[in-house]
Structures are given as structure tokens and as C-alpha cells.
């Protein structure tokens, strides 16, 4: 039997729903609250699906902002649409995802930060400098979700790698460390699946959504005004 193609998500939408899901891994990207949303009626139609959550942690609503989609300083600095886009999860809907048996939880970087980017405005030793803050940031959030059974003793940990891109380097960094306390395996993925977006049941808005948020977050991630209450363990902000 052939491995499914795992589908990348963004922002949810319910016109999603008319795809043929369970032909899939569905990967969600970045810990949207509209995804979480979305899940509860996906696998209420598909029981037995495959979902790989993927968190960008340090986009986690650790203030547990109201659901009003316009409370998150983050959101209203990334989103082109509340109602579609939304807030980012907070650990109580990370700990409602981690109970459901068809999710896994896995990681997405820590600022979401893009490494041809960086690389192409840095040298090589700010450009490691960059990354390896980031990964540790993220391997020391990945340790609460451990504690919170987040994630599974003995199960793969899974990554998958902003904008697609996988950078040799970054890599090796990661595996590094997630090694130095973790003994599950790493898993990671990234541009070999496949885009929603390119399905013709996702509206035009949803089309546009992806070039937007692309722009506005390598405008915000290059200034570095990323608000620091997000990140206050960052010396580099």
C-alpha cells in the first residue's frame, strides 16, 4: 500500500470539507485556532484520518486571549482576514488536540523564521547565531510539551520546516538539538507535500491568503518587531 501525500493547510476554511480528505495526511501549519476548528469537524466525518499539527511555539496564545480574532498582537500583525485566519492556539487547545487519537503534534520553528532569508542578509556566523537561538527556544518549549504529554513517549517527533525550505544546516541543528534531549527519532518534512491552495474548492480568498502572509511575515521577521512579550527569552530582540 502506497504512503498517503501529506496536504498542507493554513488557514481553515469549511469549503475545504468538500475534498476528499482521508486521502491524505493533512499537515496544519503554524497552530491556528481556525484550524482546531476545523479538526473537530474533520474527524467527525473521518474517524480514522491521519493529522500532523505542526506549532509554531513561539506563536502560542500563552495569554489565552479571547476568540474575538482581533485580541492577539501576533494575529493582527500576520492575518489579511480575522474571520478566516484567527488567533493562534493556546495550551489548553493544544491539550484538546493531544487527546484526540487521529493528531500528532509536531513543531514548526519557533518565530517561523525563513533561512534563505536569513542567510542572504547575515554572515554564515549571525546566520547560525539566528537559527540556533530559534531551535533552542523551540527544543525548550518542545520539553513543556513533553511534560504535558503533548507528545508521546517513544513516538517519532515530527518537524516540518517553514516556507518549505529545507537548509542542510538548519537541519543538522535540529536533529543536534532535539538529540541532546530527546531519544525519539526526528522526522522531518516539508516541501515534497502538497498545497491545498491548489485545489480549485478553495475560494479566491484563500488563494490570495498565501502570498499575503508570505509578504507580511518576512516584512515582520526582517524588522524583527515581532512583539516581545512573545519572546521575552530572545536576547537578540
Given at each position: 500500500m502506497l504512503k498517503k501525500q501529506e496536504l498542507m493547510i493554513h488557514a481553515w476554511h469549511d469549503d475545504m470539507l468538500?475534498?476528499?480528505?482521508?486521502?491524505?495526511i493533512l499537515s496544519f501549519d503554524d497552530g491556528l485556532y481556525s484550524q482546531v476548528l476545523?479538526?473537530?469537524?474533520?474527524v467527525d466525518i473521518y474517524p480514522d484520518i491521519n493529522i500532523h499539527f505542526y506549532v509554531t511555539t513561539g506563536f502560542i496564545n500563552i495569554d489565552n486571549c479571547p476568540r474575538t480574532f482581533n485580541e492577539s498582537d501576533i494575529a493582527q500583525d500576520l492575518a489579511i482576514n480575522m474571520e478566516m485566519y484567527g488567533d493562534f492556539v493556546s495550551y489548553d487547545d493544544l491539550i484538546e488536540l493531544s487527546k484526540l487519537k487521529q493528531?500528532?503534534?509536531g513543531?514548526?520553528?519557533?518565530?517561523?523564521?525563513r533561512p534563505s532569508l536569513f542567510k542572504r542578509n547575515n554572515s554564515l556566523n549571525d546566520y547560525i547565531y539566528h537559527m540556533r537561538k530559534d531551535i533552542d527556544s523551540m527544543v525548550e518549549v518542545a520539553l513543556k510539551f513533553k511534560d504535558?504529554?503533548?507528545?508521546?513517549?517513544?513516538?517519532?517527533?515530527?518537524?516540518?520546516?517553514?516556507?518549505?525550505?529545507?537548509?542542510?544546516?538548519?537541519?543538522?541543528?535540529?536533529?543536534?538539538?532535539?538529540?541532546?534531549?530527546?531519544?525519539?527519532?526526528?522526522?522531518?518534512?516539508?516541501?515534497?507535500?502538497?498545497?491545498?491552495?491548489?485545489?480549485?474548492?478553495c475560494p479566491p480568498a484563500?488563494?490570495?491568503?498565501?502570498?499575503?502572509?508570505?509578504?507580511?511575515?518576512?516584512?515582520?521577521?526582517?524588522?524583527?518587531?515581532?512583539?516581545?512579550?512573545?519572546?521575552?527569552?530572545?536576547s537578540i530582540l
Open positions: 468538500k475534498i476528499k480528505l482521508d486521502d491524505y476545523g479538526i473537530r469537524k474533520i493528531v500528532t503534534i513543531f514548526h520553528g519557533h518565530r517561523h523564521l504535558l504529554q503533548l507528545i508521546k513517549n517513544g513516538a517519532p517527533i515530527l518537524y516540518c520546516t517553514p516556507y518549505n525550505e529545507k537548509d542542510d544546516l538548519v537541519i543538522a541543528l535540529i536533529r543536534k538539538g532535539f538529540n541532546t534531549f530527546f531519544s525519539e527519532p526526528l522526522i522531518v518534512t516539508g516541501p515534497e507535500r502538497l498545497d491545498i491552495f491548489d485545489f480549485d474548492e484563500l488563494e490570495r491568503y498565501s502570498k499575503f502572509i508570505n509578504e507580511k511575515q518576512q516584512k515582520i521577521i526582517s524588522a524583527m518587531r515581532v512583539p516581545p512579550k512573545y519572546f521575552t527569552e530572545l
